[in-house]
């Protein structure tokens, strides 16, 4: 299977344009457009920052063009994106749809945008239904994703939409429309107290699961950790896959695996990619023979 990798993390310390050289000098195939960069959020105030950025200045459609370029220059391609969230705050709409925008013009397919934790399936697509016809103008689809809450002074994750495989579903079929697709975030279906499984959602999915989000966590906090570093059942997942005929790409969103190793030059950089890629390289083995 083909396989890739989020830029944000090895962006953070090289910057996106040598990030996917050394993605592809690691041996993936694809790489993740990360566009947190694009609208960041002061959490304490849930507004947007205005923090300069290629992707948040009047360039930004160049600079996704010179970023496709350089994967296709280097042997690969953008397969997917993440666009910047959450997704309803006051302003975001605007760069959701240059998130899409900027996912076509770097040639992925699919662009994963955040629900909003905290509305029914109902609410949230009415959000989706009116980035649909803007998607579909650019040949991409839009992926929703299982999220999570957590309480206060509570010792594991709550619910919050598509949480549990059953609302997943629902958040699919509510659109219904072949533009908005799923992508399965591994480690969030494996947290405590969400009340499912990364291969309950894989097999309740069915045919609507077309991307991933593959990292490894202790199956109580959010680690975002190399796979098989820590107690995801890896052989569940991958016996899943192979019995769900899972067609698309495995992307790894390990996104603190970089720092946690202390990388700060790019050949620390590079050393961790060639980790994460022969972890990606070991699930792919195992789905193959489940």
């Given at each position: ?35 947190f ?35 296709e ?15 309803l ?15 076509a ?68 079929k ?12 591994i ?24 991307a ?5 966590n ?37 996104d ?35």
């Amino acid at each position: 299977m083909k396989s890739s990798t989020e830029i944000w993390s090895s962006a953070s310390v090289v910057g996106e344009k040598k990030a996917i050289e050394l993605i592809a000098k690691a041996g993936f195939d694809a790489w993740d457009f990360s566009m947190f960069e694009m609208a960041r959020i002061d959490w304490s105030t849930y507004k947007i920052i205005d923090k300069p950025h290629p992707l948040n200045q009047a360039n930004y459609a160049s600079f996704a063009k010179e970023l496709r370029k350089i994967g296709e220059d280097n042997g690969i391609h953008c397969n997917q994106s993440h666009a910047p969230f959450p997704s309803l705050v006051s302003g975001m709409k605007d760069y959701l749809k240059r998130a899409i925008e900027c996912t076509a013009i770097a040639g992925g397919k699919i662009c994963i945008i955040h629900p909003d934790n905290n509305q029914s399936a109902e609410q949230n697509a009415e959000f989706y239904l009116e980035l649909l016809p803007f998607a579909k103008e650019h040949g991409v689809k839009i992926a929703t994703e299982n999220m999570w809450n957590w309480k206060e002074n509570a010792p594991t994750a709550c619910a919050a939409a598509c949480s549990h495989h059953d609302d997943f579903v629902k958040h699919i079929k509510t659109v219904n429309d072949p533009y908005l697709v799923a992508c399965l975030d591994i480690g969030h279906a494996e947290m405590a107290g969400l009340d499912t499984s990364a291969k309950q959602m894989i097999y309740a999915l069915g045919d609507a699961l077309q991307a991933l989000h593959i990292h490894d966590n202790d199956k109580v906090g959010d680690s975002h950790q190399i796979p098989f570093s820590m107690n995801i059942p890896w052989d569940e997942v991958a016996k899943a896959l192979k019995g769900a005929n899972y067609q698309g790409y495995l992307t790894l969103e390990s996104d603190r695996y970089v720092s946690s190793t202390g990388a700060k030059t790019e050949e620390e950089t590079f050393k961790a990619l060639c980790d994460l890629n022969k972890a990606v390289k070991r699930l792919d083995e195992m789905i193959q023979n489940a």
